[in-house]
């Protein structure tokens, strides 16, 4: 089956820039999207279609997608982008898989 | 944006049965695809099953084929989930999410997802 990987944690220091990975086989190959998600929150679209920021989500985030590894960059990170993170691919046209998550800490 | 509201969720004994809804409001629900995304206690998101707009294609991850059911109703602007033998592993926040509408689809709604416990 089909999986996409992320670091379990990622740390930063405030107003530095924070990479998350996400890798899975040809993923260059499919769009991914990026979700964001506070301790008892629910999931939050950051970045869709590879490199697009929905309204409401700052320029601070973006991302890209080449070979088999997708890529969300925050850049001037900020103590509130402390969160978990997760990668989203489409496996097929009815299957859909998550990446692991990955916790971002700003410290 | 719309909204989307989970309910049906409790403690259960393994092996037993329980039926999920969503409740959609402020958009055009039955033009949309629908998901059920869960995550299980300090773990990551898992994709469960999907639903087109009309019903008429389905999608399960294959740990829970032949125990849940996906379904809607568009008259009622509901999403389902009939969950059948239930087991220890199935203990999760159960989200719906909306699919956009479009080539490259993603989840732009969530529900604030509601808690399902399946104990011994």
């Known amino acids: 089956s089909y999986e996409l990987t992320q670091p379990p944690s990622v740390s930063v220091s405030p107003g530095q820039t924070a990479t998350i990975t996400c890798s899975g086989e040809t993923l260059g190959d499919k769009y991914t999207s990026w979700y964001q998600q506070t301790p008892g929150q629910s999931p939050v679209l950051v970045i869709y279609e590879d490199t697009k920021r929905p309204s409401g989500i700052p320029e601070r985030f973006s991302g890209s997608n080449s070979g088999n590894t997708a890529t969300l960059t925050i850049s001037g990170t900020q103590p509130t982008d402390e969160a978990d993170y997760y990668c989203?691919?489409?496996?097929?046209?009815?299957?859909?898989?998550f990446g692991g998550g990955t916790k971002l800490t700003v410290l | 944006q719309g909204q989307l509201v989970e309910s049906g969720g409790g403690v259960v004994q393994t092996g037993r049965s329980l039926r999920l809804a969503c409740s959609a409001s402020?958009?055009?629900?039955?033009?949309?695809?629908m998901h059920w995304v869960r995550q299980a206690p300090g773990k990551g998101l898992e994709w469960v099953a999907f639903?087109?707009?009309?019903?008429?294609?389905?999608n399960y991850v294959d740990s829970v084929k032949g125990r849940f059911t996906i379904s809607r109703d568009n008259s009622k602007n509901t999403l389902y989930l009939q969950m059948n033998s239930l087991r220890a592993e199935d203990t999760a926040v159960y989200y719906c999410?909306?699919?956009?509408?479009?080539?490259?689809?993603?989840?732009?709604?969530w529900g604030q997802g509601t808690l399902v416990t399946v104990s011994s």
């Open positions: 402020e958009f055009t629900f039955s033009s949309y695809a």
């Open positions: 989203q691919a489409w496996v097929s046209s009815t299957v859909v898989v």
């Open positions: 999410a909306r699919e956009t509408v479009g080539a490259i689809p993603y989840f732009d709604s």
């Open positions: 639903i087109w707009y009309d019903g008429s294609k389905k």
